[in-house]
Each structure stands twice: as C-alpha cells, then as structure tokens.
C-alpha cells in the first residue's frame, strides 16, 4: 500500500510542478476544469512516452530513468515533439502562422470595458 501511495505523491507532485496546477490564474470553473483536463492528458501522453522510452532502453537503470526527471525533460522539449508528431503527420506550421496565432490570443477581449480604478486615476 505504501508503494501505491508514494505512486500517487509522485503523481500529484508531477501535476502541481510540472503543470502549473499550483497556481491557477483564474476562478472560472470550466476553465480550471479545462487545465485539469489538459494536464491530465498531457500527463497521460509524457508517461506512455516514458514506457516507450523504457521498453526501448532497458539497460537504463530504472533509478538514473525516474518518472519525476522524465517529466521535466518532457514540459522543456514539448513545443519541439510537438513539431516532430505535426511533421510526422504531415502538418507543419509555419512561423507566420505561429505569430497570427499569438497576436489573435494576446489581444484583450475586454477592451472596452470600464475599469474599477479608472475613476481614481482619470
């Protein structure tokens, strides 16, 4: 039991750590359920590549091959697998395309809003 509790430590640890659980940047509660949902899955796809990785490199010494250092070699290199599964599938994306994507999401929904402190600072 003790084994399996230590198991979900880890996996919890990983969660918080290397996901951003720790600090959600929001208290909209479908989008905290969306960044769940993301790092799970993201979670899921780093540890079916680390058994792969495992099966492949079996004379890795499982102790030099923790799941805890995986996961931090994962979140670093995940932009450029990323690019290597779209290339392998077939689609790349261009630095144009990348750049659209960025200014279209960096421009503020809530522009026209009224402010709470515009009042003290007009």
Partial sequence: LYGARW?????????????????????????????????????????KIYKVLRAINPEVKMARFTTLRWS???????????AIVLSHMGLETSLKASLEFSMSEAVDPHVTRKRFTEEWWA
């Fill in 7 to 47: 198991e979900i430590e880890i996996l919890f640890k990983e969660l918080k750590s290397r996901y951003a659980l720790d600090m959600v940047p929001t208290s909209n509660p479908q989008v905290i359920e969306a960044m769940i949902w993301i790092a799970i899955l993201t979670l899921i796809i780093s540890r």
């Fill in 72 to 82: 931090n070699i994962f979140t670093e290199n995940a932009s450029s697998l990323l």
